[in-house]
Antibody, heavy 117, light 112 residues
């Protein structure tokens, strides 16, 4: 059974960098998309970006190039960095593994990230 | 960005009765490969979302067969044939055809 375990700092000051990591246990890392999604009361669910096992990533343009997603296949981990955070980046951040054409969907438990001075 | 619109936003249902949620997209969700990447997610209170349906009508592993998806182009529907207590939560449609992927605003299902 695939499990995703995520961790990272939950309290940041404006202008700092958000850093989260997600480890994948119990399954292959290749052949799927590894995603970061956030959820806030004001904006609902928002897709941040995705990466595959070879490191090819796509980002939501709304983040204005502040996001970077990387993958470490030797550790079966992928990570998110979001630079220059503001209060608008306060949200629960989820990591997810998915396939869009067959049954594969696994989520981390979510990390509440609060940006406050 | 593709706008996903759901209706209703609140859905009170009697146990054992059917339920239906509609989702419309601002553009066709048919991809160049001929597939339609429309997904449905369930988020129970206090939990992470969980995908129920992918490519309009395919159930994910472990999803009860009382859940079904249908639709094409820009109009889609999630149906629950007989609502059970464990179905309480928020349901989201999500398109994976056009980047960036986008979600609907969510439909909150509650038991009457």
């Amino acid at each position: 059974q695939v499990q995703l375990q995520q961790w990272g700092a939950g309290l940041l000051k404006p202008s700092e960098t958000l850093s989260l990591t997600c480890a994948v246990y119990g399954g292959s890392f290749s052949g799927y998309y590894w995603n970061w999604i956030r959820q806030s009361p004001g904006k609902g669910l928002e897709w941040i970006g995705e990466i595959n096992h070879s490191g090819s990533a796509n980002y939501n343009p709304s983040l204005k190039s502040r996001a970077t997603i990387t993958v470490d296949t030797s550790l079966n981990q992928f990570s998110l960095k979001l630079r220059s955070v503001t209060a608008a980046d306060t949200a629960v951040y989820y990591c997810q593994g998915s396939a869009w054409s067959f049954a594969f969907d696994y989520w981390g438990r979510g990390t509440l990230v609060t940006v406050s001075s | 960005d593709v706008v996903m619109t759901q209706s209703p936003l609140s859905l009170p249902v009697t146990l054992g009765q059917p339920a239906s949620i509609s989702c419309w997209s601002s553009q066709s969700l048919v991809y160049t490969d001929g597939n339609t990447y429309l997904n449905w997610f369930q988020q129970r209170p206090g939990q992470s979302p969980r995908r129920l349906i992918y490519k309009v009508s395919n159930r994910d592993s472990g999803v009860p067969d009382r859940f079904s998806g249908s639709g094409s182009g820009t109009d889609f529907t999630l149906k629950i044939s007989r609502v059970e207590a464990e179905d309480v939560g928020v349901y989201f449609c999500m398109q994976g055809t056009h980047w960036p992927y986008t979600f609907g605003q969510g439909t909150k299902l509650e038991i009457k």
